[in-house]
């Protein structure tokens, strides 16, 4: 274990079932920083001994048991264009984090993230039921946790969609391709295939 300055603030530095911790206390005192390291590492220990005979699975970070979750999925299901989609995202904030790191805490500041993102609250609902899963049994304790502190899911309005026929469809996407606008026809395809919102296609890089 170990406290080291960076600009003022106090990092502290240790090793966890094999892993190398290395956090910012946030703060300028090293007194707060040793004590904040202290209860760190008691977060850490509760968490991998929560479950019995699953402290190898707990120390996996998320995107080790993303990819074997993807694995297992694609073998039961036809597509999986929005698992990739939605895990996707859970990386790019959860990634390097591990399974014993990962509660209702962070599934908060996960949905928190997302919605600064303009992500629409049904996809994000979405994304929590995947990192649910894959954080199996600990998934079902946040599951349980958040539901009762009503934070489990975002709120979603209940907009009736319209659904167009064979034909209909067939008459839009050759009306896209005559557009003048390049955009319109690659809009419908994502919007048809990807599984993708208008918001999210709209705001695509």
């Known amino acids: 274990m170990s406290l080291f300055k960076r600009r003022n603030i106090w990092w502290y530095e240790f090793w966890f079932a094999g892993r190398r911790i290395q956090e910012s206390s946030k703060s300028t005192s090293k007194t707060i ?8 590492k008691r977060e850490l220990e509760l968490g991998f ?8 699975r707990n120390v996996l970070t998320l995107r080790d048991k993303a990819t ?3 694995e297992s999925y694609g073998l039961r299901n036809r ?13 790019e904030f959860l990634g390097a984090r591990m399974l014993v790191d990962i509660d209702e805490t962070a599934v908060r500041a996960y949905q928190d993230a997302r919605l600064k993102q303009k992500a629409a609250p049904k996809t994000i609902n979405e ?34 969609a319209k659904v167009y026929s ?16 390049p955009n319109i026809y690659p809009a ?18």
């Open 33 to 40: 920083a040793k004590q904040a390291e202290q209860q760190r």
């Open 49 to 56: 001994n929560a479950i019995e005979d699953a402290r190898e």
């Open 68 to 70: 074997e979750y993807l």
């Open 79 to 91: 597509s999986t264009t929005f698992a990739d989609y939605a895990i996707r995202h859970l990386l």
């Open 127 to 160: 994304e929590v039921g995947f990192l649910l899963r894959l954080l199996g049994d600990r998934g079902e304790v946040s599951r349980a946790q958040l539901k009762r502190q009503k934070s489990l899911k975002l709120k979603v309005r209940n907009n009736i």
């Open 166 to 181: 064979p034909e209909e469809k067939a008459g839009l996407l050759a009306e896209a391709r005559r557009s003048r606008s």
């Open 188 to 205: 419908l395809m994502l919007a048809q295939n990807a599984a993708m919102r208008s918001r999210e296609i709209r705001t695509m890089q």
